[in-house]
Antibody
Framework: QVQLVQSGTEVKKPGASVKVSCKTSGYTFTNYGFTWVRQAPGQGLEWMGWISPYNGNTNYAQKFQGRVTMTTDTSTSTAYLELRSLRSDDTALYYC???????????????WGQGTLVTVSS | EIVLSQSPGTLSLSPGEGATLSCRASQSVMSNYLAWYQQKPGQAPRLLIYAASSRATGIPDRFGGSGSVTDFTLTISRLEPEDFAVYYCQQYGSSPITFGQGTRLEIK
């Protein structure tokens, strides 16, 4: 069965960087894209961007341009999200999700990881 | 950026009743690329509907999606206890992808 398993809770100081991993199994990694979505405590869902393991294309939300890098490792079927220059308002639950668009942009997501809590605090 | 406005903010209903949730876009959603998700406390979102009206795999037929252009609706007939959750709409026709602020469906 399809599974996305994310790395564990992170606590970071303002200005630091965090890298979250999302290891997949149960399907052909390069046949789908990945979307990263975050959810601040008690808030709604915020799209951060998309990456294709198929062709390496990315599409980042303008809000995160320059601070975010999404990558994939096809040898381990793992996707990564790196967010730099962390601020307190980056405290959130970060989700990876399998995206039905593998070519360009982002569509809808049918399988999600369990979420990784990133807390930014001095 | 397309802004999605969901209404009502909170909907209080009893099991067995029907629910109608609305999602209105600030501009046309290209190709009716509109999805609905359900999220329960402590869980990741679950895809219910894509392309405005197509049910995702394994979703019961009491969930239905309709609408086009800027006005979309999620209908849940005969509410079951497990249906009480927060529901989000998402448009994926234009970048950036955007979500509505959510509708909380609570037990009356």
């Amino acid at each position: 069965q399809v599974q996305l398993v994310q790395s564990g809770t992170e606590v970071k100081k303002p200005g630091a960087s965090v890298k979250v991993s999302c290891k997949t199994s149960g399907y052909t990694f390069t046949n789908y894209g990945f979307t990263w979505v975050r959810q601040a405590p008690g808030q709604g869902l915020e799209w951060m961007g998309w990456i294709s393991p198929y062709n390496g294309n990315t599409n980042y939300a303008q809000k995160f341009q320059g601070r975010v890098t999404m990558t994939t490792d096809t040898s381990t079927s793992t996707a990564y999200l790196e967010l730099r220059s962390l601020r307190s308002d980056d405290t959130a639950l970060y989700y990876c999700a399998r995206d039905w668009n593998k070519y360009g942009g982002s569509y809808y997501s049918d399988y999600w990881g369990q979420g990784t809590l990133v807390t930014v605090s001095s | 950026e397309i802004v999605l406005s969901q209404s009502p903010g909170t909907l209080s209903l009893s099991p067995g009743e029907g629910a109608t949730l609305s999602c209105r876009a600030s501009q046309s959603v290209m190709s009716n690329y509109l999805a609905w998700y359900q999220q329960k406390p402590g869980q990741a979102p679950r895809l219910l509907i894509y392309a405005a009206s197509s049910r995702a795999t394994g979703i019961p037929d009491r969930f239905g999606g309709s609408g086009s252009v800027t006005d979309f609706t999620l209908t849940i007939s005969r509410l079951e206890p497990e249906d009480f959750a927060v529901y989000y709409c998402q448009q994926y026709g234009s970048s950036p992808i955007t979500f509505g602020q959510g509708t909380r469906l609570e037990i009356k």
